[in-house]
Nanobody, 124 residues
Framework: VQLQASGGGLVQAGGSLRLSCTASGSTYSAYTMGWFRQAPGKEREFVALISGSGGSTIHADSVKERFTISRDNAKNTLYLQMNSLKPEDTAVYYC??????????????????WGQGTLVTVSS
């Protein structure tokens, strides 16, 4: 599986962006997918995940009610709709496939096939 993230950019606080992550491979719909982010000097942080069917989602408390993860399996694409953006949302955002189930869902160690990341900058 290869992942290509896009949609990042510069936005003012309170604005919105939609990130996309396009996957190659015919088994895309079988995978739980996740979004993570990493700000400069900080560890990679869980943002959200979605089950293969799209029927189950989990969002980090820090983004709940503002961000929404979704997917279109017909297009092999994962999305992250980000509303009410804050300067503290500034980070490189990554999509990844969850392959590991031996640890917590929000641990980067449970994920693989990381995309190259897309930079989101929120100005105050």
């Amino acid at each position: 599986v290869q992942l290509q993230a896009s949609g990042g950019g510069l936005v003012q606080a309170g604005g919105s962006l939609r990130l996309s992550c396009t996957a190659s491979g015919s088994t895309y719909s079988a995978y739980t997918m996740g979004w993570f982010r990493q700000a400069p000097g900080k560890e990679r942080e869980f943002v959200a995940l979605i089950s293969g069917s799209g029927g189950s989602t989990i969002h980090a408390d820090s983004v709940k009610e503002r961000f929404t993860i979704s997917r279109d399996n017909a297009k092999n694409t994962l999305y992250l709709q980000m509303n009410s953006l804050k300067p503290e949302d500034t980070a490189v955002y990554y999509c990844a496939v969850r392959l590991g189930y031996s640890g917590p869902y929000n641990s980067p160690a449970q994920y693989a096939y990381w995309g190259q990341g897309t930079l989101v900058t929120v100005s105050s």
